[in-house]
């Protein structure tokens, strides 16, 4: 069966320093990976997804940037957090032409 | 543009009444895919329930039902017989193709909560 992690679970930093949050998923192949942030007030949006290693589509232009270094490994980056940047962080995974995204435990990040 | 609403901010209910979480949708593709997931004080996105947009047939899993009407762009769940576990906030949401994947456009969520 597949599984998808995410770490941290939680995350506190100040603004201005550097973030990286990690998403694997264990149990299949050439999966597409997705990106989405959930604000206070429950909406979630898509930040950038990837159909395979290296490839990044973004959806919001923003503070934030994305890597697929291997084949199930998709990371979510920023030099510089800004206030704005705090809220849920999920990370989905879908198999190639597969319908059904299936989500991570998330991230929490505070930003001060 | 697809959007997807979800008119209902909050429910509350008693335990062991019948709950519809309501959710009307807008795309112009002719085929998509509606979903249903709930959202558990934990945070992670649970899938329930997939839909296209070829299969208008209601859908029941135990005490979960669906009912997926074209012609209202309508695809509303109802939990039968509610419990407490049902409390989280519930989303529904839309998809559509990009190139090798498919985005997903999500309501704004309903909150449920089921009161002993």
């Known amino acids: 069966s597949q599984t998808i992690h995410q770490w941290p679970a939680t995350l506190v930093q100040p603004v201005g320093s550097p973030l990286s949050l990690e998403c694997t998923v264990e149990g299949t192949s050439n999966p597409n990976l997705y990106w989405y942030r959930q604000a206070a007030g429950r909406g979630l949006q898509l930040l950038f997804y990837s159909v395979g290693i290296g490839q990044i589509s973004s959806e919001v232009p923003q503070n934030l940037s994305a890597s697929r270094p291997q084949d199930r490994q998709f990371i979510l980056s920023s030099k510089k957090l800004l206030l704005s940047d705090s809220g849920f962080y999920l990370c989905?995974?879908?198999?190639?032409?597969?319908?059904?995204?299936?989500f991570g435990p998330g991230t929490r990040l505070l930003v001060l | 543009a697809q959007k997807v609403t979800q008119a209902q901010t909050e429910i509350s209910v008693v335990e062991k009444e019948d709950v519809t979480l309501d959710c009307v949708y807008e795309?112009?593709?002719?085929?998509?895919?509606l979903f249903w997931y709930k959202q558990p004080p934990s945070g992670e996105l649970v899938f329930l329930i997939r839909r296209n947009s070829f299969d208008e047939q209601n859908e029941i899993s135990g005490r979960y039902s669906w009912n997926f009407q074209k012609s209202t762009s309508s695809f509303n769940f109802t939990i039968t017989a509610s419990q407490v576990v049902d409390s989280a906030v519930y989303f529904c949401?839309?998809?559509?193709?990009?190139?090798?994947?498919?985005?997903?456009?999500f309501g704004s969520g309903t909150q449920l909560t089921v009161l002993p």
């Open positions: 949401a839309l998809s559509e193709p990009s190139g090798s994947a498919r985005q997903l456009t």
């Open positions: 795309t112009r593709d002719t085929t998509y895919y």
């Open positions: 989905a995974w879908s198999r190639r032409n597969g319908e059904t995204q299936y």
